[in-house]
């Protein structure tokens, strides 16, 4: 299999805290998507597209989709307002090979729990906890260059219990100064596409301003890129050989 070297990333994001609430605005002036297309672009990824909640289709038409072979996911407080004709088509570009990374809260997005088939929720807390995300799959290529953990001076906590599917591989574990630990990066398959659960980025915090951060999610978009192997085929096929003939 033959992983993309440039894959073509979407950064969807609801761009609302951005706009109505001053603490979010210090930190990402620009709004979350942006912080995040700076991120990857220091990290050497360039194809970048960007989209939010309240474009058209959600920035998310069949065009844009067709060009994106990783599709980013940040949401918190309006995943109601998602549309499910835009959720369906997420999915279907998903199971179809499009990669796709979700980002903090955007576990309850309507596309995560609908690929997870649960009910995705969690403890939280927002009190400036010390989170350290430990590596615990130091050889995976998410983790490539981290180290042995990452730490955050301030971020809000997520705690098990973590309502998901047991993941296919768990990258990272939080750990948290209140006490509380989490599955903070997660990794399944739906279809041909690939996902990563990634915990950090609340809105009020300079998470995704952190060198670290900026690593994993690249590589994670790297990582979660298709790869050029056999198609996938369904439905009744006729045989490759030619089979005997069957007596009554």
Partial sequence: MTQLSSPRLTIWNEFRHELENPRVQAVYPDGIHQALAAGLRKQGLTELQLATLDEPEHGLSAEVLDRTDVLL?????????????????????????????????????????????????????????????????????????????????????????????APDELIFISWFSGGEVFRSGCTYTRGSGKIFYFRPGHETYPTYHHEGIQRVIANAARWAAPTQSAPRSFGNRQPLEVLPERRP
Avoid at 113 to 125: F, S, Y
């Fill in 73 to 165: 996911w940040w949401g918190h407080k309006a995943h109601d307002e998602v549309s499910d004709e835009i959720v369906g088509r997420v999915v279907e570009r998903v199971l179809g090979g499009m990669g796709l990374i979700v980002l903090h809260s955007a576990h309850f997005s309507k596309v995560f729990k609908r690929l997870m088939g649960t009910g995705c929720d969690l403890k939280w807390r927002e009190a400036n906890d010390r989170e350290r995300l430990w590596v615990v799959q130091p050889g995976h290529p998410i983790s490539e260059g981290v180290g042995e953990y990452l730490e955050l001076e301030a971020e809000e906590m997520y705690g098990e219990h973590f309502d998901i599917p």
